[in-house]
Nanobody, 115 residues
């Protein structure tokens, strides 16, 4: 059984930093992409960052220059370093791994940024 577990969320003030981590466990291998998405109340889930390889990374327009994604394939871990957080970054953050012809999602970690 594949399981993704996020951690690192919390409540911070604007301008602060947080580091999210997502660990994959179970029978998951040959991971193609690792990514982060977020969903704010009343809004659709949106892409935050997607990493296909160390060179092939896509960021959402609103986070570019502030967030950095990284991955460790051996450990099945993806991390999201979030700097200069803004109130509009408030959302539940989900990690996703694409592997074995499936998308696997975590249950999310909540990030709240106050002004």
């Amino acid at each position: 059984q594949v399981q993704l577990v996020e951690s690192g969320g919390g409540s911070v003030q604007a301008g602060a930093s947080l580091r999210l981590s997502c660990v994959g466990s179970g029978f998951i291998y040959d991971i193609n992409s690792m990514g982060w998405y977020r969903q704010a109340p009343g809004k659709q889930r949106e892409l935050v960052a997607l990493q296909l390889s160390h060179e092939r990374i896509t960021y959402g327009a609103s986070v570019k220059g502030r967030f950095t994604i990284s991955r460790d394939d051996a450990e099945k871990v993806t991390t999201l370093q979030m700097n200069d957080l803004k109130p509009e970054d408030t959302a539940t953050y989900y990690c996703k791994m694409n592997a074995m012809y499936n998308d696997w999602w975590g249950r999310g970690t909540r990030v709240t940024v106050s002004a």
